[in-house]
């Protein structure tokens, strides 16, 4: 497809292309509005489209026995893939291929680079805030799965239809929310800051409400502790809030949002932290402050740096 559409214009665009998938999708008039309201939004959606053929491509499986003769009246996507104007064409395909292939597995990945940060809006209405080094994967409309790194929800609560977020072998499930989830080498970790989250609901459930943040470190059992619900999710306007943190999880925070590597190293492990970290000024500048704060002496390690406690420094 030749053509250059707005990001924006791309978002909108994507958002039917993941919408359509869902089999129950009725909302026909309003695509064809949407469709109609700009020659734009045509091409857009064609581009999406192409997208999302190759993403399915990447995660196609062999077809099992008697999956040829199924694909031989399974209708590509690519078939409604035109040019010009023939909504009602495209309307016709769409429905035929929607009804034939129900939803498959993961409809989008998004992913960020350490340093960088995402908003994404969700079709739902939810949104999602991805921190540096975080990848998460969207299975459904209410069903996303963080593979690694740190995430804020924003979740348009349904009661009927929980949000569900998936990390390793935890589920989370909303309660009306907004929540903060870390999945690194440090273990997990979700902080409430309205509403409720309901920890591994068919097991063991945890009930979190606002101000609770529970943590697991490896496979041991999770612990809840309290913390200002207005520090969840501070990470979004330069603050890293810590009571009692370990130096691995403070330098693994610090790696996800300045973009550098920073580790832990010798001497450290019983070094609590306390306090709130800023992560303007650059990452030297910030690196130079955690090491005065904990008493640690800071050096270049290749790309990153190192946190070494100092003997005789106050713990």
Do not use: C
């Not at 959606?45 to 031989?72: C, K, Q, S, V, W």
């Not at 349904?158 to 998936?166: G, L, W």
């Not at 929310?177 to 509403?195: H, K, M, P, W, Y």
């Amino acid at each position: 497809m030749n053509g250059q559409v707005s990001d924006y214009l791309a978002e909108d665009a994507r958002s039917w292309v993941i919408r359509m998938q869902d089999s129950a999708f009725a909302d026909w008039d309003a695509f064809a509005d949407w469709l109609e309201r700009d020659p734009g939004h045509l091409r857009a959606y064609n581009i999406a489209i192409e997208a999302d053929e190759a993403m399915a491509a990447l995660f196609r499986l062999a077809p099992a026995p008697g999956a040829a003769a199924e694909a031989a009246v399974r209708p590509s996507r690519r078939r409604f893939l035109i040019s010009g104007g023939a909504v009602a064409a495209v309307l016709a395909v769409v429905v035929g291929w929607t009804s034939l292939v129900p939803g498959s597995g993961m409809q989008a990945e998004y992913r960020t680079a350490a340093g960088e940060r995402r908003e994404v809006a969700l079709t739902d209405g939810s949104k999602m805030i991805l921190n540096g080094d975080t990848r998460v994967a969207m299975i459904d409309a209410r069903h996303a799965e963080l593979i690694e790194g740190e995430a804020l929800f924003e979740v348009r609560h349904d009661a009927a239809h929980p949000f569900i977020v998936k990390t390793g072998d935890v589920t989370l499930e909303d309660a009306g929310t907004v929540f903060n989830v870390v999945r690194d080498e440090t273990g997990l970790r979700v902080s409430v800051a309205e509403g409720a989250v309901i920890y591994q609901p068919r097991a063991d459930a945890v009930r979190l409400t606002p101000g609770d943040a529970l943590s697991v470190a490896g496979s041991g059992r999770p612990e809840v502790t309290r913390a200002a619900a207005a520090d969840v999710g501070s990470w979004r306007g330069g603050q890293l809030v810590y009571r009692n943190a370990t130096l691995e999880r403070v330098a693994a925070d610090l790696s996800r949002n300045l973009g550098i590597q920073v580790r832990a190293g010798k001497g450290t492990g019983d070094i609590p932290f306390t306090g709130t970290i800023s992560t303007q000024g650059g990452p030297g500048a910030v690196i130079e402050r955690i090491a005065a704060l904990t008493g640690t002496r800071a050096t270049r390690a290749g790309n990153g740096w190192m946190l070494d406690a100092i003997d005789g420094a106050p713990r």
